[in-house]
Each structure stands twice: as C-alpha cells, then as structure tokens.
C-alpha cells in the first residue's frame, strides 16, 4: 500500500483538504497527515484523525507517541507528499531551505514527489517573490496544481482560488502511479525567444519568456522522455533531467534543432524565434546622433518549415501565438509547415501567450480534430498537449 502524507497549512481553503484525504483512502492509499500550528486554527485535528484512520502530526516535539525521529520517518513511508493548501508562506519556507516546523523537515528529508496545490489571494501569487519561489522548486522538480481562477475568501475575483478536488487527486495520482509513455522516445522541444543583434549592444526580440517550453520539457523529462531543449536567451531555471543548449540567433537555434533532431522521434516547436535579422549588424555601438536611423532587415530562415520539410517519421508540434482569425490561422500554419499537431492561443486574451504562467489553448490535429483548454497554468498545458502526442502516437 502506498503512503501518501497530506501537509495541511493555515488557509481558509484547509477545509478543501478533508475531501482530498478521504477520496485517498477510499481510493486504497495510506494517508498521513501533516498540519501546522496555523492549520489547527481552521480545522481540528480530530477530522483528519477520522478520515484517515491516523494520529495526526502537528508537533515537533511531540512526545505522546512511541520515540522515533518522525519528520524523517514520515518521510522515508511518504510515496508521495500533498500540501493542500499550500500558502505563501511554505512556498517560500521550502523554497529558501526553511525547515522549522513538521510539515516543511518532512519535505526538506523526502526523497519522494511533493505536488503543491497552491491558495491564496490573487495579489499574493501574482507577487513576483512568490512566482520566483515557485519557479525554483518548479525547476529543482517540485510539482504544482493549480490556482485556478474564482472567489477568494478576501471577496476578491480572480487566481488564486485552490484547485478542484478532482483536478488534485488526477494530479496525485499521476505521481503515484507515473505515467512512462515517452521512456525511449527522444524529444527536441525549443523555447524563448532569439535576439537579432543591431550592434554591440543592442538587438530586436520579442516578449516570448519561455515559460511554456520549460514547461513541456520538465513535463517530458517526468513521462520518461530523453529531452533535449534548444533554448534563446531566457532567465530560467534548466529543468531537472533536461538537456539545455542555449542559443541566440533564428539562425543558431535552427543550426541547433537540425543536428538534435537527427535522432529524434519528436520535436515540439514551442520558441518564439524572431522573423528577421539586421542585414548589417554594424560592429560599433551606433552613436545617437540622428533624429532618425534605417534598419534594414532580412528574413529569417523558418525553423518549424524546415524541420516539417525533412522530418520524415518524426512527429513535429508547432505553436502558433494569433490575435485574429485564431483558429484559421492555425490551420493554416499547420498545413503549411507540416505539421501534425499545432497548439494556438489567442495571444491577445488575458492570462494567455507571452510573460504570464497561464494559458488558453487549442490543440488541433491535422484531420481538424480540435480540443479547447480553459487557462491553466503552463504546467498542466504542457501535459495536455503530451497527452495529445501520445494519443496519436498511440504510446
């Protein structure tokens, strides 16, 4: 039987945690649960006791239980650990190496998956400290599900509401029973921009930050692929078990993806390569003495037409970032470039495309098949368009 330790935080949402851990033991999981002292405030102990069939852990020093080091043994029996809700507070505690109570020296002693499921305000988790918490332990291999959009406890709309009971236990149970559909497959996926330099010091780009292709190469990387990800220039982290060779130029990263996608079985398009270049890249920093300069620029070479042109077996996903006529477009990029599968947004909707950590997609195969997702975050993006693959790969 496998053990599944839930680490309940002080947030309104602790009472979501109750229906969580009793779908788990019907579900025939050991469950253990973790609350901190704050926790106790919304919900008793006593109802997790109940539900679990467990004594509760709320104290470090707890001495009415037989004597062992119990952080360390909950976390050598935990398969998996749940932080239902998973506040700010312990975000940042894990992520800066904190470990002052049970629940946070469980998770420092784990060696088994921890998915956090995050509530809170809105202007918390869009806070830029709490996204850059959640993008290093995104990167270090921690696991988020949700927020999503809805009413929060501050009377307040908008992200930050945890995430559906459902949504949890499918994300749990991916963990518990990890999917191994790509293991032996070898997938080049690319990410972020690229910069055209103008001079020394300055370039044309584009807002692309990346996010999305980290996604899908962490997610890859979990589903047992051999990842390889051609990143432009971007501020984050290398997932844990990717590949990372890092370029610059349109014309970099195609030289890149043509050597990696040799021996590739698929090859997912997710960058945001800029179309032109500078035709004379001037080897000085151009003084701003002129009201005005001239630019004169060359087309870039096309990266998803030239894999889609040679790529014979291969399976070949492209993006497509619209702000009219969305699903036309697409269509028509796929037909063009030969693909098998394109992923487009609408990159003018809120929540969606450049710089943020969610998107609204569409996913379409080339028989017109279609699947419309709600925003979610990056991450869970990123597994539905794998599940997608998949499912035409039939793996």
Known sequence: MKTVVVGITGGIAAYRAADVVSQLKKDGYCVRVVMTKNAT??????????????????????????????????????DLILVLPATANVIGKVAAGIADDML?????????PVLFAPAMNEAMY??????????????????FVGPKQGALACGDVGIGHVEE????LRAAYGLLEPKRDFAGKKIVITAGPTREPIDPVRYISNRSSGKMGYALAAAAAARGADVTLVSGPVSLKAPAGVKVVPVRTTAEMLET????YVDADIVIKAAAPAD?????????????????????LSLNPDIAAAVGKEKG????VIFAAETNDVLKNGMDKLERKNADLIVINDVSQEGAGFEVDTNIVTI????????????????????????????????
């Open 276 to 296: 032109y270049c500078i035709r004379d890249v001037s080897p000085y920093k151009i003084k701003k003495t002129k009201e005005e300069i001239s630019l004169n």
């Open 41 to 78: 405030r919304f919900v008793a102990p006593l109802t997790f006791e109940t539900l679990s069939a467990n004594p509760v852990v709320t104290d470090m020093f707890n001495r009415e239980t037989p004597w062992e080091v119990e952080h360390i043994s909950l976390a050598k029996a935990a």
């Open 313 to 316: 077996d291969r399976f070949l």
């Open 104 to 112: 946070t020296t469980t998770i420092m002693a784990a060696r088994c």
């Open 126 to 143: 869009t806070n830029p400290i709490v996204q850059r918490n959640i993008e290093d332990l995104s990167a270090l291999g921690y696991r």
């Open 257 to 260: 993806v043509m050597k990696e």
């Open 364 to 395: 379409v195969d080339r028989e017109g098949n279609h699947e419309v997702l709600p925003m979610m975050r990056k991450d869970e993006v990123a597994g539905k368009i794998l599940d997608s693959v998949a499912r035409h790969l039939k793996l």
């Open 165 to 168: 009971k459902e949504t949890i």
